[in-house]
C-alpha cells in the first residue's frame, strides 16, 4: 500500500532563516529541514478520518500517531457536510485550546469549504470548563438547570485532590442529577480520552441525538491522572440480554466493521509522525519497566498487541514456560512504522542533530536548574528561539516553589521563561522570545523542539499523599519524553531510572527486555479479547 498523500496536517509555517556563516552542525539547519517538509497523513489515516461512521468509533494510538490530527479532520468535514449539526469537540489539557481551533479545525474547514467554521455550531470546549473557559460539563450542567461546581467547590466538599479526581467527582455528581439528560449534540469528538472518567463517557453519549456518534482517542501510555483503559462494556455497561452498549467488536452485527461500510469501530493507529524512533522506545521501556530491575509492570502480553502498538516481536514470546525459565523478548520498530523525517535515510541535516537523548544526573535540584539554565543559554547561542525549548517535569513535591525558583534561575542568566497556565492568558502555552516552563498536566497534548524533561528520579517515587503509584509515574515519564519533535534532554536525581534510561539507550533500535505475562504485570493493557480478537491494525 502506499503510505503517504499530498495532505497538510499541520498548519505551514514560515521557514526560518538561516545566517550565512552558520556552522553545517548547527541545530536551526534540523529545524529548517523538517520546517520546509509538507506535513502528510498517510493513506490509511486519511480514510479513517474522512469516513465517520454513523456511531460510536475508538482510536487507540501511542503519541504522535496523529489521533488528534484526524479528529480535527473529521470535525471539519462533518462540520462542512453538516452544518446544520451540532457538534463538540472535547479536550483535558487547557493550553490545547487555542491549538486546536486556530491551528488545526478552522484551517482544515478553510481548505474544503474557504470560509470560517461556524463556532456555535462546532464547539471547542474543555472538558470541565470554567467561568472563562467554555466546557463541556459546564454547558450540560446549565442546560439542564444545574449549578455546575468548580474546584474550589470540590475543595470545600472533598479536599484536595487531583485534577482527574476532581473531575470525576463532579461528573459522577451531575451523572446523579441529570434524569434525563439533555440532547445537545449530534456528534461529539473526545480526544486526550485516558485521563477523563467513565461518568464522563457516559453524559457525553447521553447527549447524543440517534445514532450516537461518539468518537474518543486515548493512550494508556499516558494516562496521567487514570490508569484505566475504557473497554466499552466497564464505561457504558451491557444491554439486559448482556450485550454491550456500544458495541466495538463481534457484537450485534459478528463483524468489526460497520455494516455495509469499510468503516471499523475501533482504529489502532501505529506510524508515529512526530516522536523521534529512539525517544518512542526508550519512553516505551521505561513506561512499562520493561527494563526496571524489579521486572516489568505494565504492557500487553502477545504479539498482535505488540503489533497494534507498532512493533514487531523479533524474538521470543510471552508463554508461561518463558516466563518461568527467564527468557528475553527482543522488539524493534519496522521502518514503515517510523515516518519522522529524521528516522529516515535522506535526512539532509543529520550532522546537525548531534545527540537525541541526552542524560544528566544531579545531587541536588538546584544544580539541575542551575546546569539546565547554562545549557539554554548555549541552546539559544547556537541558533534555538527560546519558545522552541520547552522545560517539564514529573510531578514531585513542593510543585509551586520549583517553577518560582526554575524561572528565577533563567532570568539570573537573561533568558525570560514563563510558566504556562497562569495569568493573564491561563490556556497559553507558546509565548514569543520566551521559553514555556509548564507542568506535566500542561505539557500533556503539546510539543517543542526542545524538551528539557526534569525531576526524573520521580518516576520511581510516587507522592502517598496524593495516592500516586509507580504505574502513574512512569506514565508522566512517558509524556514528557514524546513531547519532543527532536531532542529532549532527561535530567533529575541520581536514581535507578537513569540506569533503565541508558539501557534503553544503549539497545536502540532493538529493545530486549524479560518475557513476562499476565500474571506477572501490575497493569494489562491488552483489549479484552471479546472485542479485540482478531481485530485489524490501520496500517
Known amino acids: 500500500m502506499t503510505h503517504q498523500t499530498t495532505v497538510e496536517i499541520l498548519p505551514v509555517t514560515l521557514l526560518r532563516e538561516i545566517p550565512e556563516g552558520t556552522a553545517a552542525n548547527s541545530p536551526i539547519r534540523v529545524i529548517q529541514n523538517l520546517e520546509s517538509r509538507v506535513k502528510i497523513l498517510d493513506e490509511e489515516q486519511q480514510k479513517i478520518a474522512f469516513e465517520y461512521p454513523d456511531g460510536p468509533q475508538r482510536l487507540r494510538g501511542l503519541a504522535g500517531t496523529g489521533k488528534t490530527v484526524l479528529f480535527a479532520k473529521r470535525a471539519a468535514k462533518i462540520h462542512a457536510e453538516h452544518p446544520d449539526w451540532n457538534i463538540a469537540f472535547v479536550f483535558f489539557t487547557r493550553s490545547l485550546y487555542q491549538q486546536i481551533i486556530e491551528e488545526r479545525i478552522g484551517r482544515y474547514y478553510q481548505e474544503l469549504t474557504g470560509r470560517a467554521p461556524n463556532w456555535d455550531k462546532l464547539k471547542v470546549l474543555h472538558a470541565w470548563g470554567a467561568k472563562d473557559q467554555p466546557g463541556f460539563y459546564r454547558t450540560l450542567a446549565i442546560a439542564a438547570g444545574i449549578k455546575p461546581k468548580n474546584v474550589k467547590d470540590v475543595e470545600q466538599e472533598i479536599g484536595k485532590v487531583s485534577p482527574a479526581q476532581a473531575f470525576e467527582y463532579v461528573c459522577n455528581g451531575l451523572e446523579r442529577q441529570l434524569v434525563p439528560v439533555p440532547c445537545l449534540y449530534d456528534a461529539v469528538f473526545i480526544d486526550e480520552g485516558q485521563d477523563l472518567p467513565f461518568a464522563f463517557y457516559r453524559l457525553a453519549r447521553n447527549t447524543l ?177 527560546p519558545s522552541d525549548i520547552l522545560i517539564t517535569a514529573l510531578v514531585g513535591e513542593n510543585e509551586k516553589q520549583y517553577w518560582q525558583s526554575f524561572q528565577a534561575k533563567l532570568t539570573a542568566y537573561g533568558v525570560k521563561g514563563f510558566v504556562a497556565g497562569g495569568e493573564p492568558n491561563r490556556n497559553e502555552f507558546v509565548r514569543p522570545g520566551q521559553v514555556t516552563l509548564a507542568n506535566i498536566h500542561r505539557a500533556k497534548g503539546n510539543e517543542a523542539w526542545k524538551v528539557y524533561a526534569c525531576r526524573f528520579h520521580c518516576a520511581t517515587r510516587p507522592l502517598a499523599w496524593k495516592q500516586e503509584s509507580e504505574l502513574h509515574k512512569r506514565n508522566e515519564a512517558f509524556v514528557a519524553l514524546t513531547r519532543s519533535r527532536v531532542w529532549c534532554v532527561v535530567t533529575g536525581l541520581d536514581d535507578p531510572i537513569f540506569e533503565e534510561l541508558r539501557q534503553a539507550k544503549a539497545q536502540y533500535p532493538q529493545l530486549k527486555f524479560p518475557a513476562f505475562n499476565k500474571a506477572s504485570l501490575r497493569r494489562v493493557n491488552d483489549e479484552q479479547s471479546s472485542e479485540a480478537e482478531l481485530e485489524p491494525v490501520a496500517g
Open 209 to 385: 441525538t440517534a445514532p450516537k456518534r461518539l468518537y474518543w482517542a486515548y493512550d494508556e501510555a499516558q494516562g496521567i491522572g487514570s490508569l484505566t483503559v475504557p473497554e466499552p462494556a466497564q464505561v457504558f455497561g451491557r444491554e439486559a440480554d448482556g450485550s454491550p452498549v456500544v458495541d466495538l467488536g463481534l457484537g450485534r452485527n459478528h463483524s468489526f466493521f460497520y455494516e455495509g461500510t469499510t468503516i471499523r469501530k475501533s482504529e489502532n493507529l501505529n506510524r508515529c509522525y512526530r516522536t523521534p524512533q529512539l525517544l518512542l522506545l526508550v519512553a516505551q521501556a521505561v513506561n512499562m519497566g520493561l527494563l526496571r530491575a524489579e521486572g516489568p509492570l505494565q504492557g500487553v502480553s502477545n504479539q498482535a498487541e505488540w503489533r497494534k502498538l507498532g512493533y514487531e516481536v523479533l524474538e521470543g514470546d510471552f508463554t508461561e514456560a518463558s516466563v518461568q525459565a527467564g527468557q528475553q523478548v527482543t522488539i524493534a520498530r519496522p521502518a514503515d512504522k517510523n515516518l519522522h523525517p529524521i528516522d529516515q535515510e535522506n535526512f539532509k541535516a543529520r550532522e546537525a542533530i548531534a545527540e537525541l537523548l541526552s542524560l544528566q544526573t544531579f545531587a541536588t535540584e538546584a544544580e539541575e536548574q542551575e546546569w539546565i539554565a547554562q545549557q539554554i543559554v548555549n541552546d539559544l547561542r547556537h541558533g534555538l528561539q
